[in-house]
Every structure is written in C-alpha cells, then in structure tokens.
C-alpha cells in the first residue's frame, strides 16, 4: 500500500521596530521567534502602510502555502494600533484508515477572523477517536 503523507507547518512574526519595547527586546524576541518556534520575522510599518501589510501578509501565506490559503487577514484587520502579528498554519494531507462516510457531514457555525460567523460542513463521528501527540 502507498501512503501518502504531507504536512506543512508555517510560522512567521511581522512586528513594529518603532514600539520602544520591540526595540529593546528585539535581538532576544528574534532568537526565540527563531528557535523555539522556528518562525521568520519581519519589521513592518504598521502606522503608515496597514493596508500594505494586511497586503503583505496575505500574499506571503499564499506564496507558503501555495495558494491553499489565499488570505488569511481580512481587509481591516491592521490598523495603527496593531503592533504585532503572528501568522501559523497548518496543512495536512494524508490517506485516512478508513474512508470518511460523506452523509455524517453537518453544518455547524464557523467563526471568522472578523467575528462573524457563518454555516459550513464539518465531518461528524460518533466512533471513539484515539489521539496521539508527538513530541520531539
């Protein structure tokens, strides 16, 4: 049997170098960005450009994540205010045990970035699930 297994984990951090404390904590702040979470890092110009960098952020998680997310802030969701962002995501693609029965889909709420809220399928079982972690 072949299986086929892909997972993409991706990390990175978009900070404002002007806020004093960023500034201070920067070298530290960058090593465990790069460390602990094995993420990039990038200064950004939160208060002049926000627009910009919502920009920014999306096309870098679509180019990381070759256009399986094409946005993944709304328009809005930087403003002048903002002085960090954290981006993670998470794909995954493998070949299932057993195949998923499709009539155990079930709309349920989603809840969006922005607040809202909307329907969309979601698998459903009523099988006990085992749960594994692993840790490096």
């Not at 951090?13 to 070298?27: D, S, Y």
């Not at 993420?39 to 110009?45: E, F, G, I, L, Q």
Request: some cysteine.
């Amino acid at each position: 049997m072949n299986l086929i297994l892909c997972i993409l984990i991706l990390s990175t951090t978009f900070l404002l170098m002007e806020f004093p404390m960023v500034v201070q904590l920067c070298p530290l702040l960058m090593e465990i960005v790069k460390k602990v979470y094995k993420a990039t890092s990038k200064s950004v110009d939160f208060q002049n450009k926000p627009v910009e960098v919502v920009n920014e952020v999306n096309q870098w998680t679509k180019k990381n994540t070759n256009g399986l997310i094409e946005e993944i802030l709304p328009h809005r969701a930087v403003d002048n205010m903002t002085r960090l962002v954290l981006v993670n995501a998470l794909y995954f693609k493998g070949v299932w045990n057993e195949k998923f029965n499709a009539s155990k889909t079930k709309n349920h709420k989603f809840h969006l970035v922005n607040g809202r809220s909307v329907q969309a399928p979601f698998m459903t079982s009523l099988k006990k699930q085992y749960i594994r972690v692993f840790r490096s």
